[in-house]
């Protein structure tokens, strides 16, 4: 008989059937023939803590947290990364071999090398970045552009107090504009994000006018359903670099498999693939 652990990870949310990291993860833990198993654990906030404490109990050696979670979760770490408490969100649990609770977050980091990786020569100090949105997701953004370095980030919101909120928190490089003049923020933007959850597949479209775009700029929107939004053809018609949304939720699993698994997966088109469940 073997005493060989079976390393197990997974998603907690609720709800979170539709969530397609079982499948990212199941498909790299194939790939690298770790023998591991990946699962949703649909949790009620009610039982969030007990289910933190017992999981690594069961052999759990981490978890994804995703929403409505991410924020509780930090309460219940024993350690928080600074972009983590930054953020003021988790995304990813690491379980340590000492019994401590290690909650990190990685949606910054998936936004920028999603960007790397798929808008070559992106130099985000090059110029003013524009930014719209000011929910969860507008947080992570604004945090790891800030970190690579970018002089000026102009936010719009539709409810501005949101962004007059995140100004407040993140710092004088933010500029608040008003949603019914999110237009002008565009003028010698270089970086420009949806982080709205319009353009989603039953939701509206982002129908900000894009005159003052320059076709030098990188656009691109965190709505991956579809991947082509409506924002996103519109500033490729431009002659924008676009970037869709898939590949930040690609890269920002990578580092908690690595950390869970001990192999750090590639990103490519089959990933892709796999995610989109083509
Ligand atoms: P959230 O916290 O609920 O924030 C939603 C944002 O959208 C807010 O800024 C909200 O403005 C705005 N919004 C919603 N409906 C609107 C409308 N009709 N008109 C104008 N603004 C509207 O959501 P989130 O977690 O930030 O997620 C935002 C989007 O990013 C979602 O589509 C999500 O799927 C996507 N996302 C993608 C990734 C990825 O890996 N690609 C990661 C995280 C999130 P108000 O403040 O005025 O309500």
Known sequence: MSDEKIPLAGVIGSPVAHSRSPALHGYWLKRYGIRGHY???????????????????????????????????????????????????????????????????????????????????????????????????????????????????????????RA?????????RIQVVDWVQASNMLEGAMTVVNSTSLGMTGKPELRVPLDALSPRAVVTDLVYTPLQTDF????????CTTVDGLGMLIHQAAPGFERWFGIRPEVDEETRRIVLGA
Request: glycine share 10%; aromatic share 4%; charged share 20%.
């Open 164 to 172: 007059d909120a995140l100004r407040a928190e993140f710092g004088a």
């Open 232 to 239: 996103l053809k519109r500033a490729a018609e431009i002659g």
């Open 39 to 161: 699962v949703p654990l649909d949790v009620a906030q009610k039982n969030l803590a007990q289910v933190i404490e017992t999981l690594p109990k069961m052999g759990f050696v981490g978890v994804n947290v995703t929403i409505p979670h991410k924020e509780t979760v930090l309460g219940m770490a024993d350690l928080v990364t600074d972009r983590a408490a930054l953020i003021g969100a988790a995304n990813t649990l690491i379980f340590r071999q000492d019994g401590k609770v290690h909650a990190d977050n990685t949606d910054g980091y998936g936004f920028i090398e999603n960007l790397k990786a798929n808008a070559p020569g992106w130099e985000p100090r090059s110029g003013p970045a524009a930014v719209f949105g000011a929910g969860g997701a507008a947080r992570a953004v604004l945090a790891s552009l800030l970190d690579v370095g970018v002089p000026e980030i102009r936010l719009a919101n539709r409810t501005r107090a």
